[in-house]
């Protein structure tokens, strides 16, 4: 450091000596630094940093004798960085910039004796004219005049006395001879302008820069014991039972519920949890009404938000307090994957206390999958089956190979520079694919329905409406996709006439594909019978009894459901970019070969939450796979016109909101595969292993997420990054979970139910 500081001091040293009398020379810095290198907190030595303006000619002054010697630290005569506007501004006579709060430096209007009061106060007055003339429109912006803020001691009161001082001296210097007059008589006028000025920045610092501490904390507690309420909540799902196959049990079984037979129906965990919910948030709303009426020092502005958080907060709380009975003990992990499972979640979480974790927080997604992929494969070695033992091998190495391919789709954000090279666009100052890249959607047209095709084939499930909706259908819907981002790339780059209605042609295409998902898609999903085919064989003379073989029995659950995903995903690979469409069909491909690895190593979500847990971390590799980042400038507006002319609620924001989580929800969406797939036709319970173990377990590492970021923004509030890295990277946590959670109640569970309902209509029995 020594050696670098020396050297730095002789290049300014040497810059001084080259410059000439009509420039100035400033040496400032952005951020201090404390004694381990640490920068960008909210520490003294990282906040304050040093100000040094040098001119060969003779210019600037310092207004009292004591100002000859530098000062021992920053508190010392302060200049505020925004000070520098105004004094450039000044100096090199252009006008002083519209939004400007900040206040001429005194030393460089002082003159050289350090007496120029004369001059500090015309810079003054010239400058708080500007702050007058800004706060006057920002008052009028909110409907408010200045009228109404003239209160002692607020800016109109104190601009109304410097004017007053200013006219006295004006009057008292106009009755002088020029020789009679003196510049300390402007020194008031100064002052009074001077002390307008901080009023105005003082304000505007309580409205701008306040952070709420109670109101954070009162966030942080809600959403802390939210976590945990549901932590307790999956670790308190029981095993459910073995599917029992036993026809004279189940044949009593359904002669009871036929004569009626009902046994003593004691309320469910889930009716007793909102019970008591709701018996407190009431009680907390009416703590938090007499905390607000009763309690001044606790007193806020928003009577209601009091109320709000006490309900909210009692109401967690005594979920917390209800499950944590039988279930505390539950918390910690008992096996490996357990283990794994809490290490992903949690090193994520801690990391985003790093801004430099939080840029490169894709690269340690994928570092995520392979680890889980080592494990797995490390496991797959203790499988009985040799058979088992080398397709759980095969899939976990493809699973880690799938990753690193979609890493190859990128988009780097300026942080990352230049240490990243953006893929996902032509260039990394394009926001349209090259040519090149329009032969992906070709590429996942051919290739993604007969790979879903292939891990079907094994459990015999490709049957029923399979092999036509996803081998004839979603093809077909893919092929359309492809063809919108010709005619696109063809539009945009004028590769034919223009009077050919090639945006009419696209948006019609685009509508054409939506359709198909998410119209024809949901009426097929809702009245379709399981992927099955039933062969049966009339006696024989051998044989007098007929025999039925049901292919697809193995997987009817699985098979059946995944339709609804792929439904959604041919949605989200249309309003994606070309690349981000590949790397959505790479996702897909991953979460199979998850499921895969799941059912061979019998990591099922009634033992481990390590599947849903992956499944998230997948969801989350895929957003920034999919050309964004945690930052709004990566929202790709443009999205919402691929299936409209103009903007149109709610339909322009939902497109946009599938561009911009498409992994987030093809994954939430996908979670119910962790229980169904290859699960017996029989098991039973199916909903609440679905909801309590699977749902649960994903939608909880999202939730520690959210929290993470939210503890660690609060915690970083006065960082230099916070509105760049840390506030963004919170704002898209708390939207992330808003998402998971809604698709994973009106479409997940909704999806379940309705599959539930066609497999017992075709087997006769209830999951």
Not at 96 to 107: A, F, K, S, T, V
Request: hydrophobic fraction near 45%; charge should be neutral.
């Amino acid at each position: 450091m020594a050696k670098k500081l020396r050297q730095m001091d002789g290049f300014i040293r040497d810059l001084a000596g080259r410059i000439d009398e009509k420039t100035v020379l400033i040496v400032m810095g952005d951020h201090g630094m404390d004694e381990k290198g640490d920068h960008g907190g909210e520490s003294d030595d990282e906040v304050e940093a040093a100000l040094w303006m040098y001119s060969p000619k003779p210019v600037f002054g310092r207004t009292k004798q004591e100002y000859n010697v530098p000062p021992g630290t920053a508190k010392e005569r302060p200049v505020n960085q925004i000070d520098l506007v105004p004094t450039l501004a000044l100096l090199m006579g252009i006008p002083i910039p519209y939004n400007n709060l900040g206040r001429p430096i005194e030393e460089a209007f002082a003159g050289v004796d350090g007496n120029g009061w004369d001059n500090l106060a015309a810079a003054e007055w010239t400058t708080a004219a500007g702050i007058k003339r800004y706060q006057a429109s920002y008052l009028a912006a909110r409907g408010m005049t200045t009228a109404s803020t003239e209160e002692p001691g607020s800016p109109a009161d104190l601009w109304a006395k410097a004017e007053e001082a200013l006219l006295s001296v004006s009057q008292q210097q106009a009755k002088l001879k020029p020789k009679q007059r003196s510049k300390s008589d402007w020194e008031p006028v100064y002052s009074a302008f001077q002390t307008y000025q901080e009023e105005t920045l003082r304000r505007c610092k309580s409205l701008w820069a306040r952070f709420d501490l109670q109101s954070m904390g009162q966030g942080l507690l809600i959403m802390a014991f939210g976590v945990i309420s549901l932590l307790l909540y999956v670790a308190g799902g029981q095993k459910e039972e073995d599917v029992i196959d036993d026809p004279e049990l189940d044949a009593a079984e359904k002669i009871l519920e036929a004569q009626g037979a009902q046994g003593e129906e004691k309320p469910s965990q889930e009716r007793q949890l909102v019970r008591i919910g709701l018996l407190s948030a009431s009680i907390g709303g009416v703590v938090g009404f007499l905390v607000q009426t009763f309690i001044p020092p606790l007193r806020v502005e928003a009577a209601w938000r009091h109320p709000v958080a006490f309900a909210a907060l009692f109401s967690v709380l005594s979920v917390t307090v209800t499950l944590s009975k039988n279930t505390l003990s539950k918390l910690l992990p008992r096996t490996v994957w357990g283990w794994l499972a809490v290490i992903f979640t949690l090193s994520q979480s801690i990391g985003f206390a790093s801004n430099s974790y939080t840029i490169w927080e894709d690269t340690m997604l994928l570092f995520f999958q392979a680890t889980f992929g080592l494990a797995t494969t490390l496991h797959s070695f203790t499988l009985p089956s040799l058979a088992d033992r080398y397709l759980s091998i095969y899939h976990s190495i493809l699973f880690v190979l799938l990753g690193r391919v979609a890493s190859f789709s990128k988009l780097c954000r300026e942080e990352q520079m230049p240490y990243c090279e953006s893929t996902y666009y032509a260039s990394s100052t394009s926001s349209t694919s090259s040519i090149w890249q329009l032969a992906i959607p070709f590429m996942v047209f051919l290739a993604l329905p007969s790979l879903i095709k292939a891990y079907l084939t094994p459990t015999r499930s490709y049957e029923g409406l399979a092999p036509t909706w996803i081998g004839y259908v979603f093809r077909t819907g893919l092929f359309l996709s492809a063809t919108y981002w010709v005619l696109d790339a063809a539009d945009n780059n004028q590769w034919l006439p223009a009077e050919l209605p090639l945006k009419n042609i696209s948006v019609y295409t685009a509508q054409l594909v939506l359709g198909l998902a998410f119209v024809a898609g949901t009426t097929a999903f809702l009245w379709t019978p399981p992927c099955l085919h039933i062969i049966t064989q009339s006696a024989t003379a051998s044989n007098r009894a007929a025999q039925i073989t049901v292919l697809g029995y193995g997987n009817a659950h699985g098979a059946r459901y995944l339709l609804l995903v792929v439904n959604i995903l041919g949605g989200a690979i249309l309003v994606s970019k070309p690349v981000g469409g590949g790397a959505l069909a790479v996702m897909m491909w991953q979460i199979m070969s998850l499921l895969e690895i799941l059912d061979l190593n019998n990591l099922t979500p009634d033992t481990t939450v390590i599947g849903g847990v992956v499944l998230a971390v997948l969801g989350q590799f895929y957003f920034f796979k999919t050309g964004h980042q945690a930052t709004l400038s990566s929202i790709q507006w443009d999205s919402a016109f691929i299936p409209l002319f103009t903007i149109r609620y709610p339909w322009s924001p939902l497109v946009v909101m599938l561009n911009t989580f498409a992994g987030q929800i093809i994954a939430v969406v996908s979670v119910p595969l962790l229980v169904l797939w290859k699960s017996d036709p029989r098991k039973k319970g199916i909903l609440e292993s679905v909801s309590k173990r699977a749902l649960g377990g994903f939608v909880a590492y999202y939730a520690t997420e959210a929290l993470a970021t939210m503890a660690w923004a609060g915690h970083l509030r006065r960082h230099l990054m916070l509105y760049r890295v840390f506030g963004p990277r919170f704002m898209t946590a708390a939207i992330v979970l808003l998402v998971v959670d809604m698709m994973g109640i009106l479409v997940s569970l909704t999806g379940v139910r309705v599959n539930t309902i066609a497999v017992s209509e075709v087997f006769g029995w209830m999951s």
